[in-house]
């Protein structure tokens, strides 16, 4: 997981030549072959929470380090179980020294695991590494087997050229970082001496930074770490029918609590360490942002400088803390009464319906973000039909049969390849289209579907480029998450 890993100090390099390696076709030493090779096999597993396929990535790093002539009792998979039953593991794996410096081992951590990834949500399949243009894309390439299978292939290569390190350098890779944290405290607590070091190198937090030609700007070196803090809105009310709509929604009543959310912002913060990183990175950013960034740094009770900062993602976790709402569920589900009228309220009970509306406080890849699934669900109940022509100024009158499709509910829903391209996974696209939910029948969704645009009661499916909401019961729940 790619937390905000703030502050950061910016470490500035001088620009060089780049090494002109533009795709993965330019790799030709024999440790180049073999990381792709290795970044390749682990991104292709999909090791999330629910698939049980953590343990499948710990065996194939073992495996490779003992091809590479590793010990047997160097190299350790840690078992354990999740809260949910699953089971998983850690991997420690040791580079035995010489012990000539006297000094305890050094660390260095990396992740197995991955937030999941729905194969419909993305362009391309994220559990396959595919490269284009020179970059490549799937599940984890950022966060974190990247950094896993530099990790592997690192040890692997110093220990085939004979090095002999002065001290032991010990692997710790973990299982649940995007979840529970359970592996990385047994590493701690329950088998300290495999783990135990002078310190530690997270290949999950900083990192170099390259201008738009690949020559090296600067490197970031983690100075501390934001945690978060989840908390759960719920409000509840006795529901109701949309033919007669009570005052107090329970929707509209977390909506309006979910906005004052978004619209407060808390206060700036600063130490000498968030001061230092903006000061030096400024250096390298061009423009009112890096301008912001110095100005903010010299006087932290520059307004004008914290608004630029806020509207910049990346910088404004540096500045204050964050509160994001990150999931949204409520209510069984829009039902149809007796007469086929579409009820907005359900009066029955039922299981919450969850809708994903969005991943707060993640880091560079989206959560990156872990990409969100909001539906949306718009059931109208339309006034009684009027007979006869009535004042020019009356709404339209509705056939019957336009309240009416059979077995089931008008719904908004997602179709690939249209429609406005999500900026956190390229290439993504999403639309709401009309489909069925029960038992389809075309041509009558699509004629009652006209119908209900024509009347004015449902806007045209373009007019919803991002999705929204389903459309919630009886309780509304959201998570809002600090950062």
Request: with cysteine; net charge neutral; glycine share 12%.
């Amino acid at each position: 997981m790619r937390r905000l890993l703030f502050p950061w100090i910016f470490v500035s390099l001088l620009p060089v030549s780049a090494a002109g390696q533009n795709s993965t076709a330019d790799y030709t030493a024999p440790h180049e072959r073999q990381a792709l090779e290795i970044f390749e096999a682990i991104v292709g597993v999909r090791s999330a929470e629910g698939h049980g396929r953590v343990p499948e990535v710990a065996r194939y790093l073992a495996d490779q380090f003992r091809q590479a002539g590793f010990p047997e009792e160097d190299i350790h998979i840690l078992p354990f179980t999740k809260p949910n039953g699953e089971e998983s593991v850690g991997l420690v794996v040791r580079y035995v020294g010489d012990g000539s410096s006297g000094k305890d081992p050094i660390l260095f951590l990396g992740h197995m695991d991955v937030v999941d990834a729905l194969p419909e949500d993305w362009e391309r399949d994220p559990f396959t590494l595919i490269e284009e243009d020179g970059y490549l894309f799937g599940r984890g390439t950022m966060d974190n087997k990247m950094g896993v299978a530099m990790l592997t292939t690192t040890f692997i290569r110093l220990r085939a050229e004979g090095f002999v390190p002065t001290r032991d350098l010990v692997i710790a890779f973990t299982g649940d970082e995007e979840t529970d944290m359970i592996s990385a405290r047994r590493m701690v607590n329950e088998h300290r001496a495999l783990t135990d070091a002078e310190f530690a190198l997270n290949s999950d937090g900083g990192g170099g930074a390259m201008d738009a030609e690949g020559n090296p700007v600067g490197f970031y070196v983690q100075a501390s770490e934001k945690t978060y803090a989840t908390f759960e809105l719920t409000v509840t009310n006795p529901g109701g029918h949309s033919s007669t709509p009570r005052d107090d929604n329970a929707i509209y009543d977390l909506a309006t609590a979910l906005k004052n959310i978004q619209a407060y912002r808390f206060p700036v913060m600063t130490n000498e360490a968030t001061r230092r990183f903006l000061t030096e990175t400024a250096k390298a950013v061009p423009g009112p942002v890096g301008e912001a960034m110095a100005a903010l740094a010299a006087e932290p009770s520059n307004e004008a400088a914290a608004e630029v900062l806020w509207h910049e993602p990346e910088l404004v976790g540096i500045t204050r803390t964050t509160c994001v709402a990150t999931m949204l569920r409520g209510g069984p589900a829009p039902v149809r009464d007796g007469h086929g009228e579409l009820q907005d309220l359900p009066r029955g009970r039922g299981g919450r319906r969850a809708a994903h509306v969005g991943g707060g406080g993640r880091g560079l890849e989206s959560s990156h973000r872990r990409p969100g699934r909001a539906e949306g669900q718009y059931c109208v109940t339309p006034a009684p039909r009027r007979h006869g022509c009535g004042d020019p100024g009356d709404p339209p009158a509705l056939p019957e049969h336009s309240c009416h499709p059979p077995d089931g509910a008008l719904r908004y829903g997602r179709q690939r390849g249209q429609g406005r391209r999500n900026p956190h996974i390229r290439g993504r696209r999403d639309v709401h289209a009309l489909h069925r939910s029960v038992r389809p029948r075309p041509q009558r969704t699509r004629r009652s579907a006209q119908l209900l645009r024509g009347a004015g009661l449902l806007a045209d499916p373009d007019d919803h480029p991002r999705g929204t909401p389903r459309h919630l019961g009886k309780h509304c729940t959201s998570l809002v998450r600090l950062s």
